[in-house]
């Protein structure tokens, strides 16, 4: 059973930094490419971004290009997205999730996590 586990959100104030992890079990974490997406209250669910499976291409979302970071360990099997300078437009349920290649397309992934809440105070 595939299982991809958020953690890492919280509440903080514009400017602050965030990491969110997410790990990963009962799949072969080195042969998916991961995704980090998110949804705020209202809108659908968005791109952030996403690495291929050895880290080598990533890609991001305008709106986080230069804040944002997506990195992996394919030890531990697990995916990262450091949020710096953050936004209150930022503020969203912030998901994860495996694909078999680098997408930024939401319906190209095959498995989701539960998401963990980020809120950006201003």
């Known amino acids: 059973q595939v299982q991809l586990v958020e953690s890492g959100g919280g509440a903080v104030p514009a400017g602050a930094s965030l990491r969110l992890s997410c790990a990963a079990s009962g799949l072969t974490f080195s042969m998916k490419a991961m995704g980090w997406f998110r949804q705020a209250p209202g809108k659908e669910r968005e791109f952030v971004a996403t690495?291929?499976?050895?880290?080598?291409?990533?890609e991001y979302a305008n709106s986080v290009k230069g804040r944002f970071t997506i990195s992996r360990d394919n030890a531990k099997n697990t995916v990262y997205l450091q949020m710096d300078s953050l936004k209150p437009e930022d503020t969203a349920l912030y998901y994860c999730a495996a694909a078999r290649t680098t997408t930024r397309l939401k319906n190209d992934y095959d498995y989701w996590g539960q998401g963990t809440q980020v809120t950006v105070s201003s």
């Open positions: 690495i291929s499976r050895r880290g080598i291409i990533t």
